[in-house]
């Protein structure tokens, strides 16, 4: 099983990006997949989730500019970003909560990087 992250880039404060992450491999099924951020010198923190029922939860930081949302047939998960703050400059990384058969595992993507200039 793989995740395979895209849409990251350079972008002016106040502008937006759309981040995607794709899961491939023997996939029975996909519970949580979510988008983690790190930015440099700092710990890894959580900024948007969605369960399987389509259920969202997001870093107080985010609220009312990102949406995240997934596409269950494409095994995908994306993440909106509007409003964009040089706080929000760091490496996304997808994260995803995957069964293959009978046992479920959590796996991340490599990253993408977002860099908002001021």
């Known amino acids: 099983v793989q995740l395979q992250a895209s849409g990251g880039g350079l972008v002016q404060a106040g502008g937006s990006l759309r981040l995607a992450c794709s899961a491939s491999?023997?996939?029975?099924?996909?519970?949580?997949m979510g988008w983690y951020r790190q930015a440099p010198g700092k710990q890894r923190e959580l900024v948007a989730t969605?369960?399987?029922?389509?259920?969202?939860n997001y870093a107080d930081s985010v609220k009312g500019r990102f949406t995240i949302s997934r596409d269950n047939a494409k095994n995908t998960v994306y993440l909106e970003m509007n409003s964009l703050k040089s706080e929000d400059s760091s490496i996304y990384y997808c994260?995803?909560?995957?069964?293959?058969?009978?046992?479920?595992?959590?796996?991340w993507g490599q990253g993408t990087q977002v860099t908002v200039s001021s």
């Open positions: 969605i369960s399987g029922d389509g259920t969202t």
């Open positions: 994260n995803a909560y995957i069964r293959v058969l009978f046992r479920s595992n959590e796996y």
């Open positions: 491999g023997r996939i029975s099924s996909i519970n949580v």
